[in-house]
């Protein structure tokens, strides 16, 4: 019964995501940060419930309100409390919008916390086991900036200062506790600011909270943030605000103007980090440690479909964009001491920005299919993708020929250096193991289902699986083809792009792919992972010529344990370790639509309620025995004119990206 109840829980949240994502398809808020707390529920608990309450009866005030809501569910210790706040210039639909996304974004970013909080641009939404309504609260906190100093910066902090001053005035005095302000700068610049609190403050609690708020704003930077749960204060170069209509034309029926839009070579390249203050109760330092935060005007927030981003804002562009000085110096020149590895895409190195964040640069060394422009645009799609499962990339470089990518860095290795080696290997427990099998999943789910780019990641390997310093996965190198310009959405390409081993049979024989290949990929590196044995250089065990023959062997035989590394030395029950075998198994099917999708497998591994399918026996093994021809193989080795008929028995180390170490 409470098994039951549990799993339709989970199948009603899963469908509300999935129905969310095809419906609302307009409305991606551009996400900031988040903290979770460190106090848990369980699954089944009346605590889940009120939580569902609460969130749902948010999104749907939040259709109608006045940018704000509050909401109770439940009676003490279970009680949760919840709020939202929309920034106050932005219109209903909007703010529902953001209301809606966040609700459920929450909840994935932080499944069993209790009291957490998100924020958006556009939105935030927090709630806790505590009461949290009319309480000024300044904790968890962070801060923004724009790296770039301002060309004077004690007289530029100033005036933010003093417009700030006035502002928290009339934000404390107004209903809905928002004002901003701005001023000249100099004769081309002038300063925008914003402040806003959460309604339910009193207006001295308001003022008392933005006065902090104000004492923490970064100094002599061009554009700064400081968020607190119950306000937030902020201000930028640019006019970033919608103006309120009676006082000034709304600035969409108007041409850009060049006082507000820097032009030429005047033009200021902003790659802006975070910087994370005050973490307190955070759970997901490191997700957060390497994000970037992308200046946007409030227009291009929502992003139209991918594909569709045609005269495209130049402002948001070079948000992303790095220049070629910045990188060159942050990775010593290219040094070869600060190289991390090496792989088809090209090479990648370590590097230090002026301000200290870590990053991996990858300097693409393949002529990519499209022009500046395209590749822009992708790199921009791409970086829109975040998840605490995969390597978020931080922006770019375009000069001359030179093509770069940069990426949050990742302070582990990748899996390949714990799993395969024999001295590292105990490192990874069960439970580790079990942990980083269920990252990848939810990586993957999010990029074929949830982030509306449909991503097919067609290279999935253990060396594209890093791990930070708690050992969570997260999956790099995705994306790779559209900003290589290979079309998603064709079924059918002579271009394949994935690594021998993990490659579906559909996928090596006839370059189809579509979201099952990635599933098939995902199910060899489970049986890797568990049995800590390379698919690609198996060597015959029990008269299986390849893992996957050996595990299909141990599995139907009843001898699951048989594949499970020597070198785990924790506990570890036969009941899940035959569990999440079978999954692999199911997943390595030779037959795609037997396949499950990702959204199943997660649930398959997250629920021991649901009876696992029969899966079939694999009988494809692209190993050492097998030869095929290929009209073009575009793998990861360098030169793609020189592959066209190639023989499988290429080991998978010489091929493997080593990205990023
Ligand atoms: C959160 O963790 C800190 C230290 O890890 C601990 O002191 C604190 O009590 C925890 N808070 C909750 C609400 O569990
Ligand atoms: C799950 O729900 C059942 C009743 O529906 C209850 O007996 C059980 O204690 C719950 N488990 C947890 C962990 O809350
Ligand atoms: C919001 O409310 C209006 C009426 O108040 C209704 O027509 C509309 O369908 C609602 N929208 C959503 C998405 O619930
Ligand atoms: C909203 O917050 C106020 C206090 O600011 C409280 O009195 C009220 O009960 C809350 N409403 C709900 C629905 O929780
Ligand atoms: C709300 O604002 C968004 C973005 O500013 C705009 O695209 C949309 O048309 C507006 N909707 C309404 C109903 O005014
Ligand atoms: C504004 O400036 C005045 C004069 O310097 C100061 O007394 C006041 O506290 C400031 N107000 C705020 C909200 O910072
Ligand atoms: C509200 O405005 C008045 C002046 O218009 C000002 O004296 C007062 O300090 C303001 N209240 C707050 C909380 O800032
Ligand atoms: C800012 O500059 C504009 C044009 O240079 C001028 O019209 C305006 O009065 C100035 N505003 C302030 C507050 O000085
Ligand atoms: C917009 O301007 C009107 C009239 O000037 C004023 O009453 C209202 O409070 C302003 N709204 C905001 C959000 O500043």
């Known amino acids: 019964m409470s098994s039951l109840k549990f799993f339709m829980i989970f199948v009603f949240l899963l469908s509300l995501s999935s129905s969310l994502f095809t419906f609302t398809i307009e409305a991606k808020p551009n996400y900031l940060n988040h903290f979770c707390s460190n106090n848990t529920f369980t699954g089944n608990s009346t605590y889940q419930t009120n939580l569902n309450l609460v969130l749902s009866s948010l999104a749907s005030n939040s259709n109608g309100s006045d940018g704000f809501s509050n909401a109770t569910a439940g009676q003490d210790p279970n009680r949760v409390y919840g709020l939202f706040q929309c920034r106050s210039d932005l219109n209903t639909t909007t703010c529902q919008d953001c209301v809606v996304y966040a609700s459920t974004e929450v909840t994935q970013r932080c499944p069993t916390q209790k009291g957490n909080i998100i924020w958006y641009d556009e939105c935030l939404v927090h709630y806790s086991d505590s009461y949290i309504f009319s309480t000024v609260t300044t904790s968890p906190s962070f801060s923004l900036f724009n790296t770039e100093d301002a060309t004077e910066p004690v007289r530029f902090h100033g005036i933010v200062l003093g417009l700030m001053n006035v502002s928290t005035t009339l934000a404390a ?12 700068y100099s004769t081309s610049q002038t300063i925008y600011t914003l402040q806003q609190c959460t309604q339910d403050l009193s207006s001295d609690d308001c003022s008392r909270c933005l006065e902090q708020a104000i004492a923490n704003l970064p100094n002599g930077k061009i554009g700064g943030r400081r968020l607190f749960p119950s306000c937030y204060s902020m201000y930028e170069l640019y006019d970033f605000y919608t103006h309120n209509k009676t006082a000034s034309p709304p600035p969409t029926l108007s041409p850009p103007s060049p006082v507000t839009r820097p032009t030429g070579k005047k033009r200021i390249t902003s790659s802006i980090i975070i910087a994370i203050v005050a973490p307190i109760t955070v759970s997901a330092v490191l997700f957060v440690a ?54 088809g895409f090209g090479v990648v190195y370590k590097g230090v920005l002026p301000n200290g964040q870590e990053i991996a640069v990858k300097r693409l060394s393949r002529r990519s299919g499209q022009g500046a422009e395209e590749f822009k645009n992708e790199v921009e799609l791409v970086a829109k993708l975040q998840h605490r499962n995969l390597v978020r990339l931080l922006g770019f470089c375009l ?110 024989m006839h370059g189809q792919f579509s979201v099952k290949s990635d599933v098939y990929s995902f199910g060899v590196l489970v049986l890797e992972i568990i049995s800590g044995k390379k698919n690609s250089s198996f060597i015959e065990t029990d008269g299986a010529n390849d893992l996957l023959s050996y595990a299909w062997k141990q599995w139907s035989d009843g001898t699951p344990m048989q594949l499970l590394d020597s070198n785990l030395v924790d506990s570890h029950s036969r009941n899940e370790v035959n569990r999440y075998i079978q999954v692999g198994l199911l997943c390595v099917q030779d037959n795609a639509a037997a396949r499950p999708t990702m959204a199943t497998v997660v649930l398959m591994l997250n629920s021991y309620f649901i009876t696992l399918p029969l899966p079939q026996q694999p009988t494809f093994f692209l190993g050492k025995k097998t030869e095929l021809n290929m009209q073009s193989t575009e793998c990861t080795d360098s030169d793609p004119s020189t592959s066209m008929s190639m023989p499988f028995s290429v080991d998978d180390a010489s091929i493997t990206e080593v990205y990023p170490r």
Not at 303 to 330: H, M, R, V, Y
């Open 173 to 184: 005095n107004n209903t809905k506790r928002y004002a901003t302000r701005q001023g000249n």
């Open 399 to 508: 000069e001359g020929q030179e093509k770069i990518l940069a990426y949050e860095f990742v302070p582990n290795k990748s899996l390949d250096y714990f799993l395969f080696d024999p001295e590292k290997q105990g490192q990874l427990d069960w439970s580790t193991r079990c942990k980083i099998i269920r990252g990848i999943a939810r990586g993957i789910l999010y990029l074929h289902e949830d982030s509306r780019l449909r991503i097919i990641h067609r290279d999935l390997k253990v060396s594209n699986v890093l791990l930070d310093g708690d050992m969570n996965p997260k999956i790099s190198d995705f994306g790779m083809a559209r900003i290589f310009g290979v079309d998603q959405t064709q079924a059918n390409t002579n271009r394949i792009m994935g690594t021998y081993g993990y490659m579906s049979p559909e996928y090596a």
């Open 290 to 343: 390497g994000y970037c935060f992308l200046t946007r005007r409030a227009r291009k927030k929502y992003n139209s479909l991918p594909g569709k981003i045609a005269g495209n804002d130049i402002s948001t562009i070079e948000s992303l964009q790095f220049d070629f000085g910045t990188i060159q110096a942050a990775t010593n020149d290219f040094s070869t001491d600060n190289k991390l590895g090496e792989g």
